[in-house]
Structure formats: C-alpha cells, structure tokens
C-alpha cells in the first residue's frame, strides 16, 4: 500500500498514514503513539471523533478520523492545549468538506416556466449576431 505523508508539526517528520479505507483502533494507536484507551477516551471528548462500528462492534477509523487524531495529538501534546481549549479550536475550525447547500427551490422553478412569447425572436437575432461575426451571408428562406 501508498502511505502519503501527514504533516504533525513543523519540526518532526510526516507521520505515514497508509492508504486504505478503514483502521482498527490498535492502528490507529500505533499511528499516533498513543494507547487505545486514549483514543476512547478523546471519542468521548471530540464530538467529530466518531469511527463506526462494525457487525462485531469493533471501531474501524476513516482516514479523516485519523488525521483528526493526529491533529488532537499535536494540539494536546505539542501545542500544551487543554482538552476544552483543543475542542473549542476544532469545534470552530470552518468544515471545508462539508456540501454548500442545494439551492431554495424557487430558483429552480425557474427552469420549468414556460418561455417567453419572443423566445425564438431572440435565439433568431442571435443566431445573426454570431452569423455576422461569422462573415456570412444573412440570407433567410
């Protein structure tokens, strides 16, 4: 597997994370140099630390959830931030990955109103107006 390099601080070395979709916690633990139990412990902590559980009722981590316990890990550790001061700075960091939401659904309705009456009196003079640029001859059947 690819590892791609994480960046956890500006003096150590990139922490390699490996490419797959899911970690184990005793991954995920090796990853970030702490016990497992700390890791349970930051779940109940960090509202967006949240890995799923599988059928057994294992923890499987994403690659963000990772990354987020690499990032707690430094805030806590090499940054001295207390537990509330490190949530407070996640909890306000802005959510890129989120979806800007759907437009409202008048903009929409828009797109089914009928045309206008002159609609083909306008695409008809702007066919001319690119037919002139073209060179062309206007000539009309």
């Given at each position: 597997m690819r590892a791609?390099?994480?960046?956890?601080?500006?003096?150590?070395?990139?922490?390699?994370?490996?490419?797959?979709?899911?970690?184990?916690?005793g991954e995920v633990?090796?990853?970030a140099g702490v016990k497992a139990y700390v890791l349970r412990y930051w779940e109940?902590?960090?509202?967006?630390?949240?890995?799923?559980?599988?059928g057994t009722n294992r923890r499987l981590y994403r690659r963000k959830d990772?990354?987020?316990?690499?990032?707690?890990?430094h805030l806590l550790h090499e940054k001295r931030y207390?537990?509330?001061?490190?949530?407070?700075?996640?909890?306000?960091?802005?959510r890129a990955r989120q979806a800007p939401p759907p437009p409202p659904p008048t903009e929409q309705s828009a797109l089914f109103a009928?045309?206008?009456?002159?609609?083909?009196?306008?695409?008809r003079q702007e066919l001319d107006a690119i037919l002139e640029l073209l060179g062309r001859d206007q000539t009309r059947p």
């Open positions: 791609q390099p994480l960046k956890k601080g500006p003096d150590q070395a990139p922490a390699q994370i490996p490419d797959k979709l899911y970690f184990r916690i633990a090796r990853l109940q902590e960090f509202r967006a630390l949240a890995p799923r559980k599988s990772v990354e987020l316990v690499l990032e707690i890990k207390t537990i509330e001061g490190a949530r407070k700075l996640l909890d306000a960091k802005p009928p045309p206008p009456a002159n609609a083909l009196a306008l695409v």
